[in-house]
Structure formats: C-alpha cells, structure tokens
C-alpha cells in the first residue's frame, strides 16, 4: 500500500489541529470578556475534555494499554503540569493582557523552540550537510518569519468585510480591558510559549513506552483537571466566580474543552507519534495565517497586503519543512536498503560450501 494517504492525513489532521485552535483565540477572548475566572475557567475546559477524551482510552484501548508503572505517573504528572496546567495558565492571563492576534503571533516562537529542543535532544536529526537538513531549518524560518510579517506589517487593506459577527461582545470587553500589564501579558505568553514547545517535545520518547495515545494524553489531562482544582480552591475564594452565568459561558466553554482541548490534544498526540515534534510544531504559523482571517470575518477586522506577503511565507515554509521530511525518509530508506544489501553479500562471502569439513557439524 502506497504510504501517501497517510502523508495526507497527516497534512490534514494539522489543518484541522489549527483551524481549530485559531478559533480558541477568539472565543477565548470572548470569555473573558464576559468576566469568566481565570482560574475556574479551564478547569471546567478539563473537565470538559476529560469527559470526551477518558471514555475513549477505556473503550478503545482496553486491550492495548500498557500496564501502568511508578515511573509512568510521575511523567504523565510532569507532562499534565508542563503541557496543559502551566500552558494553558500562561495563555489564559497573557491573552487577559494583550490580544488574540499578538498571542497567535507568539506562538510562532514554538517551532523555533522545538526545534532547537528536539535537535539537542537526540529527537530530530538535523544534517546540515544534507538538503532534509536545510530544508527543515530555513522552512521552520521561513514560516515564522511569514507570521511575523502578518503580525509586524500591515500595508494597504486588500479585504474589508461588511459584517462583524461578534463586535458588540469584543467591543464590550475592550470597554471593561483599559487595565491590562502589556509587560506581564507578554512574558506570560512566552512562557506559554515555552511550555507548549516542552510538551511537544517530551510527549515523542514517552509515547515509545506507552503508546496508547488516548491513555496516554487521558492520563495527562486528569493530573492537570487535580492541579488546576487545587490552585482554583486555594486561590479563587470568591464563589460567584464558580458559577456559569450565561449561555455565551457554556458555549465558550464546550468549544474550548472539546475542539480547543479535547481534539486539539487528541490530534497533536496522533501527529507527533507519526512524524516527530518537529512536523506538528511546524504547521503552527498556519495558525497565525487562520486567525487573522477569522478575526476579519468574526469581529471585522481588515486583511492587509502584510497579511498576504504572510500568507505566502507560511504556504512556502511549510513546504520546504515537509519536502525536508520527505527527503530524509527517502535518505532513510536507501541507508537501510544498502544496510540490508551488505548483510546479504557479507552472509554469501561466509556461507560454507559443499566441500567444506565442518559443513556437518553446522548443519540443521
């Protein structure tokens, strides 16, 4: 069977993955506009999630989940407070201090990031040497430097839509957000930063000893529900800030725990497993591209020219990361077929002769 549709679905689960998670930019947003706590917030977005994601580890991989060890539960603790208790706060109070489209622009450091991580550790080999070397470090480059050109240049609109699907909310909250700490909202959004490229990195060799990916991405997000609940009940003594006030709550909620958690985690997972943190965290300034056309069709911003040049760069930088990828799988595979030829003549130059005298000592 030819491997390219499963290439392909690769290529689509991370569209999806950043559709998805371009969308939790805004809604997120949205929350907190209608006053959501921000610490109450996402552990009800767990709960939501674990409730989706647990079901489908027990049903679906009874048989082939791993017997669980000491070990294995200080990872998944590390993994569930790296990877969703410490990024997802992060986020959450950088987003309170800044904007949707300057926190998608800062994850764009995350490929960087992984990269740099996954190289040091063994995970991504990177021949720089070789053309899948380069391709893979000036297409990671290139693509953030696409999201940075969306972010840091304008130019002239090329595309104003007529309608804004959710500016009397936005423009309410923006009323209420005059007290927000740039310095405090950008340092909490590199640390998120830092923290998603981590849980990137780290879920790769963990996931050889447990496979079982809905187990495994399960396991994290309970440890992560116990942690935000411990800090949300030690520090948010108010028990007005507990409660769900309004439908425009719940459905901020139901998006965030099952399209921005519970998929998004289910889909990072199911990637990295496949092609490595390198391939998952590369897509990621598509997600930059996605959310500024959101935020024009959802709250009525313009597209300008910037947005455009941006575009271009990511589409490129994707490509060359991918064609990277494919030409060290293609380099991969003639090493292993000469491997495999020079086992076979070295066996012919040993293989004894019918004249030989040990030939029945040897034989079967």
């Not at 990177?126 to 899948?132: A, H, I, L, N, Q």
């Not at 290139?142 to 050109?149: M, Q, R």
């Not at 949300?232 to 007005?240: F, G, I, Q, V």
Request: charge should be positive; aromatic fraction near 10%; proline fraction near 4%.
């Amino acid at each position: 069977m030819s491997p390219a549709p499963g290439r392909a679905m690769l290529h689509i689960a991370m569209v999806v993955f950043q559709t998805g998670y371009a969308g939790n930019h805004v809604i997120m947003r949205f929350a907190l506009n209608l006053g959501v706590s921000k610490l109450v917030f996402p552990l009800y977005r767990n709960i939501i999630a674990l409730s989706v994601l647990a079901p489908s580890a027990f049903f679906l991989e009874k048989k082939e989940r791993p017997r669980m060890s000491n070990s294995l539960l200080v990872q998944f603790f590390l993994l569930g407070l790296v990877g969703i208790t410490l990024n997802q706060g992060f986020y959450i109070y950088g987003l309170d201090n800044t904007s949707p489209t300057f926190a998608s622009a800062t994850e764009n450091a995350v490929p960087a990031v992984s990269f740099l991580m996954a190289a040091l550790l063994g995970i991504e080999k990177v021949e720089m040497k070789r053309r899948d070397g380069i391709a893979k470090v000036v297409g990671t480059f290139v693509s953030v430097a696409g999201s940075l050109a969306i972010t840091l240049y304008k130019g002239p609109t090329i595309y104003q839509p007529s309608l804004r699907l959710m500016e009397q909310h936005i423009k309410g909250g923006e009323a209420e957000g005059q007290n927000k700490n740039w310095t405090l909202g950008c340092l909490c959004l590199m640390g998120h930063s830092l923290c998603w490229s981590s849980w990137i990195v780290l879920q790769a060799p963990l996931l050889k000893k447990y496979p079982a990916r809905f187990s495994f991405v399960s396991y994290s997000c309970i440890f992560a529900v116990f942690q935000f609940f411990g800090i949300s009940a030690y520090l948010e003594r108010d028990m007005e800030s507990w409660k769900i006030r309004s439908g425009g709550e719940v459905l901020a909620l139901l998006y965030t725990g099952l399209v921005g958690s519970g998929m998004v985690f289910a889909i990072q997972i199911y990637v990295v497993e496949r092609a490595g943190p390198l391939f998952v965290s590369a897509y990621l300034p598509l997600q930059t591209l996605l959310a500024a056309l959101l935020a024009s069709f959802a709250l009525g911003e313009h597209f300008y020219l910037g947005g455009l040049i941006g575009a271009i760069l990511i589409i490129c930088g994707l490509y060359l990361v991918v064609l990277g990828k494919t030409w060290e799988k293609q380099a991969q595979q003639l090493i292993s077929l000469a491997s495999e030829i020079g086992d076979e003549d070295d066996h012919d130059n040993h293989k004894p002769t019918s004249s030989s005298l040990i030939q029945p000592l040897i034989s079967s």
